[in-house]
């Protein structure tokens, strides 16, 4: 299994998990799910983190930042967009709608 | 399953139209993306649920067992852990210190450290995951710094007077990992078998390392 250190290392530059103290932050049950759909999908797909990252950081950065919307949530939902795109883009099609 | 229960005995008039669970917008997209994905056989919710778990609660620990159990089988590697623990846990790739010091203590037969954050719950978030929840309470917080030995005592750890004891406080900028004494009768084990001697309290300092099982 992706180890939270790998993670950690491929996203560190471009797009790092939310964190408060340290610890990770998921404000609701749905963010560790994507974050673990995720993170089962680009395993079973053959995507690395590297190759992941930079539709990750494109991503959060299209996503914008919104002082009133939570951190976590905000990240969670590029991390979704960055999933179906680099997903769609491997011949998954259908994976976006 | 409880919810709904609970849901049905409240069913009345102030309820009609409301449903309780009714979700996000975003909750239905992971929803039908994680249907989609495991119709194409990308996914499978076991799986996912195997990483979240990991991801919500145990990660960690195992990084630092395994950045100990280097230190017991090299010398070398312990020579630089304990002169710069940042740098010697990087070369495992655990990085990501919110810019700060990682410092190694070691134990030995008449030192004895254990680590607190007495201001709130810093912790070496990526050896060890996350803090568990006596850790980050008041009075553990209190009193490991103002009865060590007693606190130490209550975790089964029973300290003989002539140890010195070292109580160390984290903050955001320092952290501590400690490298408990590696039990004997393990000459010769490799580093993988080391590391499951390291449970995360012994990291702590609340606890020793394990005994080998015979």
């Known amino acids: ?97 | 399953m409880t919810h709904d229960h609970d849901h049905d005995h409240d069913h009345d008039e102030h309820h009609h139209h409301h449903h309780p669970q009714e979700k996000s917008a975003t909750e239905l997209r992971v929803e039908a993306l994680e249907a989609l994905l495991a119709e194409k056989g990308l996914v499978s919710g076991e799986a996912i649920d195997a990483v979240v778990s990991y991801y919500e609660n145990d990660v960690g620990p195992q990084n630092g067992a395994r950045v100990v159990a280097r230190a017991w089988a090299d010398p070398t590697y312990k020579e630089r852990l304990l002169a710069d623990g940042t740098a010697a846990v990087k070369e495992f790739g655990f990085t990501g210190f919110e810019l700060n010091t990682l410092v190694a203590v070691e134990n030995t037969p008449k030192v004895h450290n254990v680590v607190v954050c007495t201001l709130c719950s810093c912790y070496p978030w990526p050896v060890l995951g996350l803090p568990p929840t006596w850790y980050k309470s008041a009075p553990y917080r209190a009193r490991v710094v103002s009865e060590p030995r007693a606190v130490l005592r209550e975790f089964g750890l029973e300290l003989p007077a002539e140890v010195d004891l070292r109580v160390w406080d984290s903050t955001a900028e320092v952290r501590y990992l400690v490298v408990p004494e590696r039990p004997d009768g393990t000459n010769g084990w490799s580093e993988e078998e080391l590391a499951r001697l390291v449970p995360r309290d012994a990291m702590i300092g609340t606890a020793r390392a394990l005994e080998p099982s015979v």
Not at chain 1, 13 to 34: C, I, S
Not at chain 1, 44 to 51: D, K, N, P, R, T
């Open chain 1, 1 to 97: 299994m992706t180890q939270l250190a790998d993670l950690d290392s491929a996203l560190a530059e471009t797009a790092p998990l939310p964190r408060a103290n340290g610890e990770l932050v998921f404000d609701e049950p749905w963010q560790g799910r994507a974050l673990g759909m995720g993170i089962v999908a680009l395993e079973s797909a053959g995507i690395s983190l590297v190759e992941f990252s930079p539709f990750l950081a494109e991503a959060v950065a299209r996503h914008g930042y919104d002082p009133a919307e939570p951190a976590a949530a905000a990240y969670y939902t590029a991390w979704l967009d960055a999933l179906e795109t680099c997903l769609a883009g491997r011949g998954l099609p259908g994976v976006v709608g």
